[in-house]
């Protein structure tokens, strides 16, 4: 009788801890949501330049400090945009990794590293956001209204109103969809990768993307 009641018990924890475990289980959704990609152009042809690496087609496109979604275009002062995509052969599969990237700007020997899409985020803006009338604080004082504060300096320049939060969430989603999906994936994919660089693109005389992956290695001159 203890015996079969010490089964009861073994079987009713074993069952517990398989509920947890199922819990603990990342699902479908926050697998689909990490990074889905840009729609892939028909032919590597489509997008400026192309470039042969092994198997693999690798073709790209310099947006600047543009970043372009597929609910809108945004932008951000720190970072600048390359539209990448890699093709194959009918049924072919590739191991993509931002990290395969480099950007190279005027011929510099240091090349720009690849950067996660989130570092992106506190620069970015959308230019069509207008902010509401009356957000804008006011610089001068109730005395006088010359701005004229304490010791006879002024006050200082009004902070920037700030877009809301939930507005910023969906703007930060709509870019996390766009990026270059990694990961073993079947080809074509395409996607943005960001770069640090603050300079002017007006400044930009030369690109060069490098993409060295598990198929080979490629260098294509973006057009500025």
């Known amino acids: 009788m203890r015996l079969f009641s010490g089964l009861r018990i073994g079987v009713w924890i074993t069952a517990l801890c398989l509920c947890v475990q199922g819990q603990n289980t990342p699902?479908?959704?926050?697998?689909i949501n990490e990074g889905k990609g840009l729609p892939p152009r028909a032919t590597p042809t489509d997008y400026e330049v192309q470039g042969q690496a092994g198997t693999l087609t690798v073709a790209a496109e310099f947006k600047g400090h543009s970043v372009p979604t597929l609910q809108?275009?945004?932008?951000?002062?720190?970072?600048?945009?390359?539209?990448?995509?890699?093709?194959?052969?009918?049924?072919?599969?590739?191991?993509?990794?931002?990290?395969d990237f480099s950007l190279r700007v005027n011929g510099k020997k240091t090349t720009l590293t690849s950067q996660p899409y989130g570092l992106i985020f506190s620069?970015?803006?959308?230019?069509?956001?207008?902010?509401?009338e009356g957000t804008e604080s006011k610089s001068k004082t109730s005395i006088g209204g010359g701005g004229g504060g304490r010791g006879g300096q002024s006050d200082p320049a009004p902070l920037p109103p700030k877009?809301?939060?939930?507005?910023?969430?969906?703007?930060?989603?709509?870019?996390q969809k766009a990026v270059l999906p990694?990961?073993?994936?079947?080809?074509?994919?395409?996607?943005?990768i960001?770069?640090?660089y603050r300079g002017k693109t007006?400044?930009?005389?030369?690109?060069?993307?490098?993409?060295?992956?598990?198929?080979?290695?490629?260098t294509l001159m973006l057009q500025p």
Request: no cysteine; net charge negative; charged share 25%.
């Open 163 to 175: 877009m809301p939060f939930e507005l910023q969430r969906a703007m930060q989603q709509q870019v």
């Open 202 to 218: 007006e400044h930009i005389r030369s690109l060069e993307l490098t993409y060295t992956g598990p198929a080979g290695k490629a």
């Open 72 to 99: 809108g275009t945004y932008s951000t002062e720190d970072y600048v945009t390359v539209e990448t995509a890699l093709f194959g052969a009918p049924g072919a599969r590739a191991k993509l990794s931002i990290e």
């Open 194 to 196: 960001f770069f640090q």
């Open 182 to 192: 990694e990961g073993d994936r079947a080809l074509p994919q395409a996607g943005l």
């Open 27 to 31: 699902g479908k959704d926050t697998q």
């Open 123 to 132: 620069s970015l803006k959308d230019p069509e956001w207008v902010p509401p």
